[in-house]
């Protein structure tokens, strides 16, 4: 079975700094997806970052970048230049590679506010 | 182009009740998964459709049961309600190709009190 610890509950930022969100993972696979999903308080989960475990090159889109650390199972999100509309529920999530499609394993999430 | 549509918003049932939520999946999508989300967790897997069967399931109990239909829509069911079962409860859809793992598309949730 597989794991998502997000260890940082809560973490607040000045509005056009930098914040990175941690999240490590335990598994025994070796072909899985890693996403970070954002969650509003409008209650919808949004694809932020999806990160492929066999690609070595850190997924980025935009203002948002991953460090992903395969062997220390590690899947940090780096937001530049946070803006107002970045305050949310942060999820980590994983998925193993199958045919079709797997369930998604999420973390308890990171409440990061971001204060003008 | 339509996204992920759940209903209701909001329900508010009591203990021993009985509840059927919807979904419609995003258009073009054949493959729906629900989630259970408790206050201040994060989601939880509770089983996945894809061809009008249950594919996966996660570690819920059989109070817990759900359908697909032909165009491709989805009910999840709860039987006798506990108090525990107060959550918010998401759909997810995605398009199964055999190849690599599509992103799974999430709705707003439907909001389950129990009393």
Not at chain 1, 16 to 45: G, H, I
Request: proline content about 4%; hydrophobic content about 30%.
């Amino acid at each position: 079975a597989q794991t998502v610890t997000q260890s940082q509950p809560e973490m607040s930022v000045q509005e056009a700094e930098t914040v990175t969100l941690s999240c490590t993972y335990d598994t025994s696979e070796n072909n899985y997806y890693l996403f970070w999903y954002k969650q509003p308080p409008s209650r919808q989960m949004i694809l932020v970052i999806r990160q492929e475990a066999y690609k070595q090159q850190n997924a980025t889109e935009n203002r948002f970048s991953v460090n992903f650390q395969k062997a220390a199972k590690s899947f940090s999100l780096k937001i530049s230049d946070s803006q107002l509309g970045d305050t949310a529920m942060y999820f980590c999530a994983f998925m193993k590679e199958a045919f079709g499609n797997e369930k998604l394993t999420f973390g308890t999430g990171t409440r990061l506010t971001i204060i003008p | 182009d339509a996204g992920v549509t759940q209903s209701p918003t909001h329900l508010i049932k009591t203990r021993g009740q009985q509840v059927t939520l919807r979904c419609s999946p995003k258009s073009g999508h054949d493959t729906v998964s629900w989630y259970q989300q408790a206050l201040g967790q994060g989601p939880q897997f509770i089983f996945q459709y894809y061809e009008e069967e249950e594919r996966q399931r996660g570690n819920f109990p059989d109070r817990f049961s759900g359908h697909q239909f032909p165009n491709y829509s989805s009910e999840l069911n709860v039987n006798a309600l506990l108090l525990g079962d107060s959550a918010l409860y998401l759909c997810a859809s995605s398009l199964t190709t055999g190849l690599s793992n599509q992103p799974q598309h999430f709705g707003d949730g439907t909001r389950l009190s129990i009393l």
